[in-house]
């Protein structure tokens, strides 16, 4: 497993913090791994980076993804260390060593990025087995929604049993098995056995084609709820939509994932004009949290430098808050 991550060492983090006197942050007290042991962590949650594109590029999506995961560890290890928030709780415990796959990945063809998609998910699983087979609670930041198939896989492995899901997100990413990618990490997962109830919020009916809606329609595994449903038709409020989802998944382990591009004007590998608050969706990562067997937290797909020039410099804040959110509502359990 240790070949698995690169670790942070303390110079590099102490380096990220804006040091004030009088104040404490959060970076001067949380534990950051050297060797791998999650074991001896008195905390709950552990915190695993994934800076790759290459999952999205495979789905003929814009590279950028990979950059999101240092802007949040500098904005996280900035935060004022509190008696309700503060770095006893966490495990920095470092990131997935992609710096070869992502060499390998430039100027490649669909194929071969398909093919290092693969390989960079037998590089996740084994990490997210480790971290809940000790009963902590993983939190992965970065990268593509390729990563749920690892995730859902290594979780599945520690707890012997499939895990439910519910995902904010815009897209199913239910496409077929034509090659590992961005656009169907849940359908390997559920074909492979690791996801079995799987609810979907926020879908937007334009970008999610035919079969794949009426797949999950028709499947009772599966609850699709539609943005427009919500906001458009006004069928129900978001808040009783949100709950819907979260009531779905929760009789038994479940994983939370966050796809930025779900939320509106957010630059992401997918960007849209139309979509939820930061607000709201910070909403829905906090009741997530407040769920007795939620099993993982996962947010995925945001950017702060995209291929094409684009940057959004507050994304590293925005996805600190997501953690915060919801790291507070498991507290609140």
Same mark, same amino acid.
């Given at each position: 497993?240790?070949?698995?991550?690169?670790?942070?060492?303390?110079?590099?983090?102490?380096?990220?913090?804006?040091?004030?006197?009088?104040?404490?942050?959060?970076?001067?007290?949380?534990?950051?791994?050297?060797?791998?042991?999650?074991?001896?962590?008195?905390?709950?949650?552990?915190?695993?980076?994934?800076?790759?594109?290459?999952?999205?590029?495979?789905?003929?999506?814009?590279?950028?993804a990979a950059s999101?995961?240092?802007?949040?560890?500098?904005?996280?290890?900035?935060?004022?260390?509190?008696?309700?928030?503060?770095?006893?709780?966490?495990?920095?415990?470092?990131?997935?060593?992609?710096?070869?796959?992502?060499?390998?990945?430039?100027?490649?063809?669909?194929?071969?990025?398909?093919?290092?998609?693969?390989?960079?998910?037998?590089?996740?699983?084994?990490?997210?087995?480790?971290?809940?087979?000790?009963?902590?609670?993983?939190?992965?930041?970065?990268?593509?929604?390729?990563?749920?198939?690892?995730?859902?896989?290594?979780?599945?492995?520690?707890?012997?049993?499939?895990?439910?899901?519910?995902?904010?997100?815009?897209?199913?990413?239910?496409?077929?098995?034509?090659?590992?990618?961005?656009?169907?990490?849940?359908?390997?997962?559920?074909?492979?056995?690791?996801?079995?109830k799987y609810a979907?919020?926020?879908?937007?009916?334009?970008?999610?084609?035919?079969?794949?809606?009426?797949?999950?329609?028709?499947?009772?595994?599966?609850?699709?709820?539609?943005?427009?449903?919500?906001?458009?038709?006004?069928?129900?409020?978001?808040?009783?939509?949100?709950?819907?989802?979260?009531?779905?998944?929760?009789?038994?382990?479940?994983?939370?994932?966050?796809? $930025?591009?779900?939320?509106?004007?957010?630059?992401?590998?997918?960007?849209?004009?139309?979509?939820?608050?930061?607000?709201?969706?910070?909403?829905?990562?906090?009741?997530?949290?407040?769920?007795?067997?939620?099993?993982?937290?996962?947010?995925?797909?945001?950017?702060?430098?995209?291929?094409?020039?684009?940057?959004?410099?507050?994304?590293?804040?925005?996805?600190?808050?997501? $953690?915060?959110?919801?790291?507070?509502? $498991?507290?609140?359990?």
């Open positions: 497993m240790y070949s698995c991550i690169q670790f942070f060492n303390k110079e590099t983090i102490t380096a990220l913090i804006s040091f004030r006197e009088g104040e404490e942050k959060l970076g001067e007290t949380l534990h950051i791994s050297q060797d791998g042991q999650i074991s001896d962590f008195p905390g709950q949650f552990v915190i695993l980076g994934i800076s790759e594109d290459i999952g999205i590029r495979a789905n003929h999506g814009l590279a950028g999101a995961y240092r802007s949040f560890v500098k904005s996280f290890v900035n935060v004022h260390n509190t008696t309700k928030f503060n770095g006893e709780q966490f495990l920095l415990l470092g990131q997935i060593p992609t710096d070869e796959l992502m060499k390998q990945s430039q100027g490649a063809n669909i194929h071969k990025l398909r093919q290092l998609t693969a390989k960079l998910d037998d590089l996740v699983f084994p990490v997210i087995e480790k971290i809940v087979s000790a009963g902590k609670i993983p939190i992965i930041i970065g990268g593509g929604h390729n990563n749920v198939f690892p995730i859902l896989k290594g979780c599945s492995m520690a707890c012997n049993t499939p895990l439910n899901t519910v995902n904010l997100d815009a897209h199913a990413d239910f496409r077929h098995t034509e090659g590992r990618h961005s656009g169907n990490g849940f359908r390997y997962a559920y074909e492979a056995g690791f996801l079995k979907l919020l926020g879908l937007h009916e334009a970008y999610n084609n035919e079969l794949i809606i009426k797949e999950l329609l028709e499947n009772p595994d599966f609850l699709p709820i539609f943005f427009e449903d919500v906001f458009l038709r006004k069928k129900e409020s978001w808040k009783e939509a949100q709950h819907r989802a979260i009531d779905f998944v929760k009789d038994q382990r479940f994983g939370v994932e966050l796809d $930025v591009d779900s939320l509106e004007n957010l630059l992401s590998s997918a960007w849209s004009s139309v979509g939820v608050s930061s607000s709201e969706s910070l909403h829905y990562l906090y009741s997530c949290g407040k769920q007795k067997q939620v099993c993982y937290l996962h947010i995925t797909e945001a950017v702060y430098k995209r291929s094409d020039g684009e940057e959004n410099v507050l994304i590293g804040k925005l996805i600190n808050y997501m $953690v915060q959110a919801f790291c507070k509502g $498991v507290q609140a359990q």
